[in-house]
C-alpha cells in the first residue's frame, strides 16, 4: 500500500505542517484498530485516509484523520495533504469532494498551483479568562473567545507578535478541562500588518497527543473571522508556527472560510502492514 508524508501549508520541504497520506483501493475503511496503528506508527500531527466513493454522489472520497493517539473530527492541513496527492496523481486542476464528519469539504486546485479549501467558518463566543489559562501560558491574555461548538479550541489573543513567537508554555498544564476539548489557538495582529502575512498563531493540542501542531488549517476557521473583524478585511494571510512555520490565505465567505495553501510530496513509498 502506498503511503506518502506531505508537507503542508508551504511550497519547500521540511517547512509547513507534514501529514501522512494514504489513499485506499477499496470502498470502505479498515478498521478503527488498523487506522489508529498506522497514524501512532506514522507520528505525525495527522494522517488522512482516503477511499473512494461511487460516482454520480456529493462527494468524491471518504475521508478520516487520525493523531498518534485519536480520530478527530475536522483537520485542514491534512485535508490539503491529500487532496495535493490527488491532484498529483490526476495531473489536472479542478475540484474534490470530500465527506468526513464534519460534513462536505470542496478542495480546488488553482491554476498556481496552490490548492484552496472551502471548510464550515467556526462561531467565536466571548468568554472570561480561565483559571490557570495565564500560567500556563507563561503571559497574560488580552481575550479569549470559545469555538467549543465547532472546532473545540480557546482562541486566545496575546499582546502581540514577539509574545506569540516566545511561548513555551506548560503543556501538562494545557490538559486541563477548563482549557477546552483539543488546545489552545493562540494569536496576535502582526507587526507589520500591511505585509506579507496579517496575523500570527500558534496552536498546542497536548490533550490529543500533538503538543504543538506547526500549521493547522482548522484553526483558521477562527482565525479569519477573528481577525477579519478586527481588520476590516475578509481576505488574509496568517502566519503560523515555532520552529516550523507555514502560510495560510483565508477569505471570509460568511458560513464558510476558504483556506489557500501550498503543498509539497517529501516522501513516497510503501506500508507493509
Known sequence: MRIRIVDAFTDRPFSGNPAGVLLLDRDSFPADSWLQQVAAEVNLSETAFAHPLPPGGEADWALRWFTPTTEVGICGHATLAAAHVLHTIDATAGTVRFAARCGLLATTAEPDGTITLDFPTSLLTPVPV??????????????????????????????????VRN???????LTTPALRDRGIVATAVADNPDGTYQFVSRCFFPAIGIDEDPVTGSAHTALAPYWSARLGRDDLTGLQGGTRTGLVRTRLRGERTLLTGSAITVIDGDLHA
Open 130 to 163: 480561565p483559571d490557570g489559562l495565564a500560567g500556563a501560558l507563561g503571559t497574560e491574555p488580552v481575550a479569549v473567545h470559545d469555538t467549543s461548538a465547532d472546532i473545540g479550541d480557546l482562541v486566545v489573543e496575546l499582546a502581540d507578535e514577539t509574545t
Open 167 to 173: 511561548l513555551s508554555p506548560d503543556l501538562a498544564a
